[in-house]
């Protein structure tokens, strides 16, 4: 992209003085934080390259100071606003969380977000030991037979936030409400990993056409989907 090319109203800044944050892409938004770009690199450009190199915003949301200034062009004042800006994404989704609806209502959220999508998709909710609705995450994005979980990166979120249980919900966009042998083989795994971090797996559900069906956990967990 040559920034110098583009037209006023399609530079970020002055796109989000005029339309507003949300008309901008993540690049454009990094780009209005960073605000110069560096040496044959313009802003726009720059910010697409950190996002590629980091892993997306989650990842650069992990990086701190001092690996944000080992980036080519990224001084003490592009990477203190930088990481200032991303504390301040993740204080705001803190405060956010207190607001949360319980974790059975989540659920059947997601049950019902999923049931037209064609692809498979894994997601975690963190609860505390009293079943408190901490957070929640989509940990993958697959295709239609499956989808890949990063575990790695999952049982790092649950330390972080000192989680004490998880729940583990994939959608079947084929309909299917029966687990596959990857499905039970993934629970057990899940299961054995997080029973060594303290954190006990409540339960792992299927979400199929809106519904929602228990394939680990306890039986009064059940949930039953109401439109």
Avoid: C
Avoid at 118 to 139: M, P, T, V
Avoid at 142 to 159: C, N, T
Wanted: overall charge neutral; glycine content about 8%; charged content about 25%.
């Amino acid at each position: 992209m040559n920034f110098a090319s583009l037209s006023p109203d399609e530079r970020p800044r002055e796109k989000l003085l005029s339309l507003g944050p949300e008309a901008l892409s993540l690049a454009e938004l990094l780009a209005v934080v960073l605000r110069t770009g560096r040496s044959g690199e313009d802003v726009v450009s720059l910010s697409q390259s950190l996002l590629v190199k980091m892993g997306g915003l989650e990842g650069l949301s992990r990086a701190s100071v001092a690996e944000l200034m080992q980036e080519k062009g990224l001084k003490e004042a592009k990477a203190a606003s930088l990481a200032a800006a991303l504390e301040l994404g993740k204080r705001l989704a803190v405060l956010r969380s207190g607001e949360k609806t319980d974790w059975k209502s989540r659920l059947v959220s997601i049950a019902l977000d999923t049931k037209f999508q064609e692809r498979e998709s894994i997601y975690a909710l963190f609860l505390s030991a009293r079943d408190k609705l901490l957070d929640e995450a989509e940990l993958s994005y697959g295709g239609i037979s499956g989808a890949y979980l990063d575990l790695p990166v999952f049982f790092r979120h649950a330390v972080r936030l000192s989680a004490a249980k998880i729940i583990l919900v994939h959608n079947h966009p084929d309909g299917s409400s029966y687990p596959s042998k990857e499905d039970v083989a993934l629970t057990e795994h899940v299961e054995k990993a997080l029973r060594t971090l303290g954190i006990r797996l409540k339960g792992h559900y299927i979400a199929a056409e809106g519904e929602l069906y228990l394939i680990h956990g306890a039986a009064k967990d059940r949930i039953s989907v109401h439109v």
